[in-house]
């Protein structure tokens, strides 16, 4: 295949590549050269055949090429482009064409390369302008978003503010009378027992107040280590629970957010106290994991110990139920609410001789 036959063949080749490999190819980010090529192969193919295959079809493939290039470059650089080939597809059908039609025919087929590009350039715009609401409706969305947020930190820390005076005032008051009382029975001669009970009492309420204070920072939003107070907290239910407790924590420590601290905290707290209610003398065991995936804390004992029907100091004297140890507690029901609400989960079921609370925080 020589001469003619052979440029027909290659134009021919390059019409089909270039309309084959834009069609692939559509939606992929490339350059404007890369853009800007295809439709100039496929309009200059186009007037090669117009000139040396004469047809009604001939300025289809140019026609084509305009609309590609108005629809995928910038409107200035495509009328750079198109200019070219419109003036070349017209010039060729006016010289193919009867000599009595070929300024017709001219004008009719650049009118067509001019309609499809006006009309791919509107379409282009309109494109760009939905995009472009797009995209101001997600930044609307945002910018609620962040107002509710901002409205909820704002509420909460009204509401820590308040809680914080009124605990503050009224345990505080309390912790000065119950003082007042410890110094007052051990001027007299009373009860060791009452006198140890009113000390334990003074304790407790100075420890309420950690607490309180505790949910406080956790409404305005501060951090707190989830390994530091999980330390207090096992120390204090190894004393006033009669819990033989072991403590251990593994992987590199992260930060949690305030509410999944107290969630978790909260969770261990009424773990604990189950524990001492139903396996009082346990061994019990408080395993807190990081892990990539997630922050889980377990709390396991291994059932009720032999003769342990009761729960009291290492000094023998009587503490209050282990009910009013956390104000009555939240329940499994309780448990879970508070962990499902910051995006974790939460398993509890007998385990072994035992029971076991597993709580996971995602990371």
Known sequence: MTGERLVISLALAGCLLSLAIAALARGTRKSEAATAALPL?????????????????????????VAMLFARLRPRLAVLLAAPLTVA?????????????????????????????????????????????????????????????????????????????????????????????????GRGTVDPALHQLIVRSGELTREGLADARRAVAALRGDDVPMADQLTTLVG????????????????????LTPEANLALYR??????????????????????????????????????????????????????????????????RGMRERIERVG????AGPAEQGWTVEMEIPA
């Not at 204090?236 to 930060?255: E, M």
């Open 89 to 185: 597809i017209a010039v060729i059908t006016a010289y193919v064409s009867p000599s009595r039609n070929a300024v017709q025919n001219a004008g009719a087929t650049a009118l067509l390369c001019v309609v499809l590009g006006v009309a791919y350039v509107f379409a282009r715009q309109a494109r760009l302008r939905h995009d472009h609401a797009e995209l101001l409706l997600a930044e609307l969305e945002d910018s609620r978003e962040a107002g509710a947020r901002a409205a909820a930190v704002a509420e909460r820390t009204r509401i820590a503010r308040e809680l914080h005076d009124i605990l503050a005032q009224s345990l505080s008051a309390l912790s000065v009378q119950l003082e007042g009382a410890r110094k007052l029975a």
């Open 267 to 332: 969770g261990a707290q009424e773990a604990l106290t189950n524990a001492a209610r139903h396996a009082a003398g346990s061994p019990t065991t408080v395993l807190l994991r990081y892990t990539p995936p997630a922050t889980t804390l377990t709390i396991s004992d291994r059932g009720r110990a032999a003769g342990a029907d009761h729960i009291g100091t290492e000094t023998g004297v009587p503490v209050p139920p282990v009910e009013a140890w956390t104000g009555g507690g939240n329940g499994l």
């Open 41 to 65: 192969i496929l309009g200059a193919g186009g007037n090669v055949l117009a000139l040396l295959q004469s047809t009604s079809m001939m300025m289809v493939p140019v026609a084509t090429a």
């Open 344 to 347: 974790g989960r939460i398993h």
């Open 236 to 255: 204090r239910c190894r004393r006033d629970l009669a819990l033989p407790i072991t403590l251990s924590v593994t992987g590199q420590p992260r930060t």
